[in-house]
């Protein structure tokens, strides 16, 4: 038997890489859904693949033939453009259910990528860019673009809820501890009572009450253990 070797197959047509990835967009994203295919953005500028994902946010694909740099400018130009005509285009495709308040993302495809557009997606802040590096590949009579994604600047979809809910969780867990510091403040102080050290304790004092009115009900005292034993005697 003769082994099957794979042959790698130079593409060199821009629009046939933009229908192939059209027609398998799912190779990107699973839930990635087209929209519209090569927009002009400007004179030189033009959108290769209008997307959408599962949360309605706008995905941008910028597609190249061969390592250029100019295809990050361009998406940088197509990211703007998208930006601001984004509540124009949920008016539009309105079963696209796009969501207006998110910014749109970019993704880069091409054979490869030179260290500047790497280290330039690197430094951008405020917007999510993937790169993604394609083959044309032939295995005996078969043929299929294989892409491979090099680099995200954002984590995906499942990682931020992951981490979402790790931090409820923590903060969850926190919480009950929070309430009980309130809760052993007065119990110390209950304990420090009893041991308090007797001389911080006032002693009552001895002296004889010598003031005039109170003499008054000395003598309402003896009165009353007077009256009391007449009181008695008339009961018999």
Known sequence: MKSLAIEKIKLESHHELEEMLTNEITQIENDLAVIANHVPVNDKATLDILCRDNNGQLVIL????????????????????VDKFKSFLKATYKEQKIDDKEKPRL???????SDAVRNAVEGMKGLRIDLYEWEYLKLGDQKGLRLQPIFSLAPPAKA???EEKSAEKKQHEQKPAKKK??????????EERPFAPPELVEKPSTKPIESPEEKPKET???QKEEEQPKRRLKLF
Not at 64 to 78: A, C, K, N, P, R
Not at 181 to 190: K, S
């Open 62 to 81: 910028q597609l190249s033939v061969s390592e250029d740099d100019t295809m990050f400018l361009h998406g940088i130009q197509s990211l703007d453009y």
């Open 107 to 113: 993704i880069l495809i091409a054979p490869s990528f």
């Open 181 to 190: 510091e309130p809760e052993a403040a007065p119990v110390e102080n209950r």
């Open 220 to 222: 309402f005292k003896s």
């Open 160 to 162: 931020k809820d992951k």
